[in-house]
């Protein structure tokens, strides 16, 4: 196969994005690598910190320890720790060991979490006490995991604790590094399931390298920066890009849920320069700013993904900000990240009023060196990539996408492989977003909704991202959320809505009047001249990794019972 190697993976050194924190250990030992927080007293957060130096030396013990334990290079290792000191010294001692990190969002539920490690197969498995609990009580993978380490007490599974791992690893030795190569197997991240079943997504050490390089290069990301680590797996990243991690203290399966004062605190106290948070989260920091006249002077950038960020959350983040701080959205996926941006400086009121108007919502400009083009839609595998197959800009079909961070495979899922990746006609490897997309004549990128989720009349496709945008303009709608119920092809478009907290009407006169004015848009646009049904909805179901997506399959199964 014909695949964009990173830079740093054609030197003939080896290809391990743990080198990078050996590097900063070097460079700046005393330098801060982590902030993770101890408790709450009197309202305030505490924090306890770990150098460079720490931060390297800790790793490198741990990886001894699972050496001297039997863990062996390759080996898969399921993880299940809170984010903290703990679970970056353990991370990064599996990539300095060359054993593979297993990674499963706990939030996903207990019966795909138990499939998803089912199919990992597991050698050993790394957690705290209550995730070994439910490992024994809920049998997870009983059949290949062999060996367990305990964050806390041991109780009668066996294995060893986290202190008896480090024991074993402590002393002098050398550095540990393994020789991993580019096409190595470096770890394998769970996909959250949020519109289809969770799939392993196989990252090689090539992979991690480029999104460094590619990280670093596109939001300019300088050694010295201090990053907000609200998503966990994306703060990985920030000993290999040189910056000091902040873990805030938030439940990081519930976003939506973080205290805004909580966020406030760590980024005054360590002068936060760089977020990456999803849309959910950020609607709770831009509205508390808002509220209270907030300003983050600090901060220089503000990342978003996991699903299209609102046009108000961006205006309200880059209002607290100075006026050289940006908000970006970059766009992309767990099999691919990233594949494009937008910044708020770029997100002007003609691009904001397209969205409004049904245009769909435009995530900017591919991220070199990727490409990406716009694939005639289909549901079906596409086995060779051919020019007949790509559609000029203006058109709609599925984005999809080539670059030194797409990945090649799912972990033993080898139909939804085929379903996901096409071979172009040179050998290289082109990933499937599953998003339907176009160009616009500018070269910029248009998203307009999952594939999986389109409705599909008679008439022809509708596009949630689309559609939606049109009816969140509506004066008491939070949010909605298009389904279709029937067969595809004769499917009848239903709106779901989840009304705006706040208003001094009762709910039935509020409800009347937005079912009202959800019709007249609907008259306006030729294609939603079919859209007659609104249902109200107290919550809408979203993915439990960014708390963003809408879960529009289970909202559909919900309204199949609305009489």
Not at 258 to 265: D, I, K, S, T
Not at 358 to 363: K, P, Y
Request: aromatic residues 8%; neutral net charge.
């Amino acid at each position: 196969m014909n695949v964009p190697q990173p830079d740093s993976a054609r030197s003939g050194k080896p290809c391990n994005v743990a080198a990078a924190l050996a590097e900063q250990a070097r460079e700046r030992p005393d330098s801060a690598a982590i902030h993770y927080p101890v408790g709450v007293r009197q309202g305030r957060v505490l924090y306890h910190s770990a150098s460079y130096a720490k931060l390297d030396a800790l790793s490198d013990c741990y990886a001894r320890g699972l050496a001297h334990y039997g863990v062996e290079r390759g080996a898969r290792v399921a993880l299940m720790v809170p984010p903290g000191l703990d679970f970056f010294a353990l991370f990064f001692a599996l990539f300095k060991a060359g054993i593979v990190p297993v990674l499963i969002d706990p939030g996903i539920g207990l019966k795909p979490l138990k499939q998803c490690l089912e199919e990992a197969e597991p050698e050993a498995f790394i957690g705290i006490t209550k995730a070994q609990i439910a490992r024994v009580l809920l049998r997870w993978s009983p059949q290949s995991i062999r060996r367990t380490v305990t964050i806390g007490p041991r109780l009668g599974w066996g294995g060893v604790t986290l202190a008896d791992l480090a024991r074993r690893g402590e002393g002098a030795g050398p550095p540990v590094l393994a020789d991993t190569q580019p096409d190595e197997t470096a770890a394998v991240l769970f996909t959250s399931g949020s519109t289809g079943i969770p799939k392993g997504v196989v990252y090689d050490h090539r992979h991690f390298v480029a999104q460094v390089e590619m990280l670093r290069n596109t939001f300019d990301i300088r050694p010295g920066e201090v990053d907000l680590a609200t998503f966990p797996p994306f703060a990985l990243f920030d000993p290999a890009l040189g910056m000091t991690t902040v873990v805030p203290y938030m439940d990081p399966t519930r976003p939506a849920k973080a205290n805004p004062r909580y966020l406030l605190q760590a980024i005054e106290q360590f002068s936060v320069s760089n977020i990456f948070g999803s849309p959910a989260l950020l609607k709770v920091l831009g509205s508390y700013c808002e509220k209270h006249d907030q300003q983050l002077p600090t901060l220089k950038r503000v990342l978003s993904a996991g699903a299209a960020v609102p046009a108000q959350t961006v205006e309200k983040m880059q209002r607290a900000m100075t006026t050289g701080g940006r908000v970006y959205t970059p766009y992309g996926a767990t099999e691919c990240l990233p594949v494009a941006v937008i910044s708020s400086a770029q997100m002007n009121p003609e691009l904001v009023a397209a969205t409004r108007t049904g245009r769909g919502t435009c995530v900017g400009y591919p991220v070199a060196p990727n490409q990406v083009k716009i694939l005639r839609l289909t549901d079906e595998v596409v086995k060779q990539l051919h020019e007949t197959d790509l559609l000029p800009a203006g058109e709609l079909g599925e984005i999809i996408v080539q670059g030194p961070t797409t990945t090649e495979r799912y972990w033993r899922r080898d139909a939804q492989t085929r379903l996901a990746k096409i071979v172009d006609e040179n050998g290289g490897i082109w990933h499937r977003m599953g998003d339907a997309g176009y160009f616009d004549h500018e070269g910029r990128l248009w998203f307009c909704g999952r594939k999986s989720q389109r409705v599909q009349t008679a008439s022809g496709d509708l596009f949630a991202d689309q559609v939606e945008a049109i009816f969140n303009t509506v004066e008491g709608v939070e949010r909605s959320a298009l389904i279709g119920l029937g067969e595809p092809g004769q499917q009848v478009p239903v709106l779901c809505v989840e009304l705006r907290r706040g208003h001094t009407a009762s709910k039935a006169t509020l409800e009347h009047a937005v079912a009202v004015a959800i019709r007249e848009h609907a008259t306006q646009h030729d294609s939603l001249r079919g859209l007659e049904r609104v249902l109200f909805h107290p919550g809408f179901p979203v993915d439990t990794r960014h708390n963003s997506k809408i879960g529009r399959e289970k909202l559909a199964l919900w309204a199949l019972k609305q009489s």
